[in-house]
């Protein structure tokens, strides 16, 4: 079992900057990549950005050199650094980590970006 705790969503303006935190617990051993996804109402939900555990990083194209994902083996912590953001960036967004089996997912944290 692995839990997730996401942390670090909110209102911000456009171009505007917001960071979120995932912090994992458990059979963390297990987990061979952590990434961010977001889903809106009535879409499926996509792949903002991961990383395994060697440090490879993936981005969706939409995000490339605005967001950055970085993590803190230490804390067991994956964070998203989401800087000039857009509102089309405005989803629910949800930690997940990646075993060889199975996959788990956090509670999901409203980002909206708005003036």
């Known amino acids: 079992q692995v839990q997730l705790v996401e942390s670090g969503g909110g209102l911000v303006q456009p171009g505007g900057s917001l960071r979120l935190s995932c912090a994992a617990s458990?059979?963390?051993?297990?987990?061979?990549?952590m990434g961010w996804y977001r889903q809106a109402p009535g879409k499926q939900r996509e792949l903002v950005a991961s990383i395994t555990i060697g440090g490879s990083t993936n981005y969706a194209d939409s995000v490339k050199g605005r967001f950055t994902i970085t993590r803190d083996t230490a804390k067991n912590t994956v964070y998203l650094q989401m800087n000039s953001q857009k509102p089309e960036d405005t989803d629910v967004y949800y930690c997940?980590?990646?075993?060889?089996?199975?996959?788990?997912w956090g509670q999901g944290t409203q980002v909206t970006v708005s003036s």
């Open positions: 997940n980590a990646a075993l060889a089996f199975r996959a788990y």
């Open positions: 458990g059979s963390i051993f297990s987990i061979y990549a």
